[in-house]
């Protein structure tokens, strides 16, 4: 099984399906700046497995509000229509892993560690500072930065399990054993899924960064909140390495991982909590 090349890993991604018609037209909707949110709203209410997806996250303890949301339009209004359409977009992304896949990758542990990932995404981007919508927005770039996997998971398992095998079994990054199994890694393929449906440049940017040098605030958060989950054992990604913090996030936080873990206290809880969501 030889590596396939460039194009042939393109036209992969290009076989995962589009997000559902009524996400894909929140997406339209909310590119055109003169679009008012009741259009919007009216589109998701319109399907209702997505209104319950959408308000099972925001009502979920990892989300972390304070309050019950109780339809899409107090959402809205609550915690504004971007975040709204972002939370879409990574519900519809969630329900995209195959939980019987020939890779043997755990959906459970992968969607675990995406989701406190995302959460502790969001705590650290609070701590730094940046706006409310950024924060919801980094919760969502913890949710879908590792979705490169759900490609290989689904069109390449055998060559993905090799790459996750020999990741574990050698403590190599499994970002560069993909590399060596499939020709391009998980960091690619979720940068061109992203690009396919259309998402922000904050979230593709944070999505191409996520195992290298993060180019802004909101990258630093999700590197950091990434490596936290890994070292803390929150899920499995299927990448045992935790990588050390690059000197710019250490002068971001004021301190490297392990302090940086432990001043955020008890995050148990965090883990419950999203176990809690998978389970119902």
């Known amino acids: ?86 939370l879409a977009m990574s519900v519809a992304a969630m329900g995209m892993l195959n939980t019987s896949n020939k890779a043997n990758f755990s959906a459970n542990a992968f969607l675990l560690h995406a989701l406190t990932t995302a959460a502790i995404s969001r705590k650290l981007a609070e701590r730094a500072g940046l706006s409310q919508q950024e924060c919801s927005d980094c919760f969502v770039a913890g949710l879908i930065h590792d979705f490169g996997k759900v490609v290989f998971a689904e069109f390449m398992p055998e060559q993905f399990k090799l790459a996750l095998t020999k990741s574990r079994e050698d403590n190599v990054s499994l970002h560069l054993t993909e590399l060596e199994f499939i020709g391009m890694n998980h960091v690619e393929a979720g940068t061109l899924l992203a690009e396919k449906w259309g998402l922000s440049e904050l979230l593709i940017d944070a999505i191409r960064h996520h195992h290298g040098q993060p180019v802004d605030a909101f990258g630093e958060c999700l590197f950091a909140a990434n490596q936290i989950s890994k070292q803390l054992h929150f899920g499995n990604g299927g990448n045992p390495v935790v990588e050390p913090f690059p000197e710019a996030i250490v002068n971001r936080f004021g301190m490297p991982l392990e302090a940086l873990i432990e001043s955020l206290g008890n995050l148990g809880t965090v883990v419950k909590d999203a176990e809690l969501f998978i389970s119902h």
């Open 1 to 86: 099984m030889s590596p396939l090349d460039h194009a042939e890993l393109v036209a992969l991604v290009e076989r995962m399906p589009a997000f559902p018609k009524s996400v894909q037209r929140v997406v339209q909707l909310t590119s055109n700046i003169d679009v008012s949110a009741k259009e919007i709203v009216q589109v998701i209410e319109c399907d209702p497995v997505l209104t319950v997806k959408i308000l099972k996250v925001i009502n979920s303890a990892f989300y972390g509000l304070s309050q019950k949301i109780n339809s899409v339009q107090r959402a809205v209004v609550h915690i504004g229509l971007n975040t709204v359409k972002n």
